[in-house]
Nanobody, 114 residues
Framework: QVQLAESGGGLVQPGGYLRLSCAASERIYFMGWYRQAPGKQRELVASITTDIITNYADSVKGRFTIFRDNARNTIGLQMNMLKPEDTAVYYC???????????WGQGTQVTVSS
């Protein structure tokens, strides 16, 4: 089972920026970031495959960028122009192409507040 190690998160003012990182224990096809705010369902923020196909939630397009280092089995999420509504717990996610292996990180808190 692939293991995920997250880093990043924290408190930032509106308009600020943060970078999240997630390292997988092995190469895996699909990796991405989800988030869950209080009282809301977990939602996909951004994802990236081993061949660097990306997908973004409409709410973060133009502000967030996901990237991948296949040599290090690592993904990152650069979050710019942060808004209070971005406040949530962010989770790293990984799976293979057949869903035989699915992994979640522990989650990291992102708080955007004045």
């Amino acid at each position: 089972q692939v293991q995920l190690a997250e880093s990043g998160g924290g408190l930032v003012q509106p308009g600020g920026y943060l970078r999240l990182s997630c390292a997988a224990s092995e190469r895996i096809y699909f990796m991405g970031w989800y988030r869950q705010a209080p009282g809301k369902q977990r939602e996909l923020v951004a994802s990236i495959t081993t061949d660097i196909i990306t997908n973004y939630a409409d709410s973060v397009k133009g502000r967030f960028t996901i990237f991948r280092d296949n040599a290090r089995n690592t993904i990152g999420l650069q979050m710019n122009m942060l808004k209070p509504e971005d406040t949530a717990v962010y989770y790293c996610h990984a799976r293979d192409s057949s869903y035989d292996h699915v992994s979640w990180g522990q989650g990291t808190q992102v708080t955007v507040s004045s």
